[in-house]
T-cell receptor
Framework: DTEVTQTPKHLVMGMTNKKSLKCEQH?????MYWYKQKAKKPPELMFV???????INESVPSRFSPECPNSSLLNLHLHALQPEDSALYLC?????????????????FGPGTRLTVL | RKEVEQDPGPFNVPEGATVAFNCTYS??????FFWYRQDCRKEPKLLMS???SGNEDGRFTAQLNRASQYISLLIRDSKLSDSATYLC????????????FGGGTRVLVKP
């Protein structure tokens, strides 16, 4: 099973709202990712969690707050977003390269949440 | 210069024809290479990993040229369902599990 699920599929929110995006995987992966993708552009990495700890934050504004409650779940909490934050938000998961291995493991993407900020 | 570059296309391909396109990468330390396909308003899906010796999966063949720092994808006997954007993805040791995406090559297969 190579499935990553994300909810909701679509989200419309105002600039003063607080909402959360959810991602779940049951592949036993210990690395999980959040990406943002604008139309006709490739995905841009936002955050990486490895063994439930935040390992990479690509200088993402604090209005985006990630959380990894356990090894299967990844959340992205949203607060005071701007219209330019409207995009497709993708979650992905992978194995963590083991002990010093340098090869990147394949990432599997969820279907994404299409976010519109009014 | 972008770290991973692709011809954005579109490549207009008659059904049944062969199409090939490349992706160049600038970091000589890159170690992992992938092709993903992405349909309009959908998530990227892994098409194939690219190995040093080249690899084939059905109608799809990927090649890696480390000396010239490019990877290629060839699609034989194109199907209408092959219409998509093909993303070249690269990573290197220092980046851990961080992927660098090319801008994508759009392929349109027409009857």
């Amino acid at each position: 099973d190579t499935e990553v699920t994300q909810t909701p599929k679509h989200l419309v929110m105002g600039m003063t709202n607080k909402k959360s995006l959810k991602c779940e995987q049951h592949m036993g992966h210990r690395a999980m990712y959040w990406y943002k993708q604008k139309a006709k552009k490739p995905p841009e990495l936002m955050f990486v969690y490895s063994y439930e700890k935040l390992s990479i934050n690509e200088s993402v504004p604090s209005r985006f707050s990630p959380e990894c409650p356990n090894s299967s779940l990844l959340n992205l909490h949203l607060h005071a977003l701007q219209p330019e934050d409207s995009a497709l938000y993708l979650c992905a998961s992978s194995q963590v390269p083991s002990g010093g291995a340098s090869v990147t493991d394949t990432q599997y993407f969820g279907p994404g949440t299409r976010l519109t900020v009014l | 210069r972008k770290e991973v570059e692709q011809d954005p296309g579109p490549f207009n391909v008659p059904e049944g024809a062969t199409v090939a396109f490349n992706c160049t990468y600038s970091n000589s330390a890159s170690q992992s290479f992938f092709w993903y396909r992405q349909d309009c308003r959908k998530e990227p899906k892994l098409l194939m990993s690219v190995y040093s010796s080249g690899n084939e999966d059905g109608r799809f063949t990927a090649q890696l040229n480390r000396a010239s720092q490019y990877i290629s994808l060839l699609i034989r006997d194109s199907k209408l369902s092959d219409s998509a954007t093909y993303l070249c993805v690269v990573s290197h040791k220092a980046a851990g599990n961080k992927l660098t995406f090319g801008g994508g090559t759009r392929v349109l297969v027409k009857p």
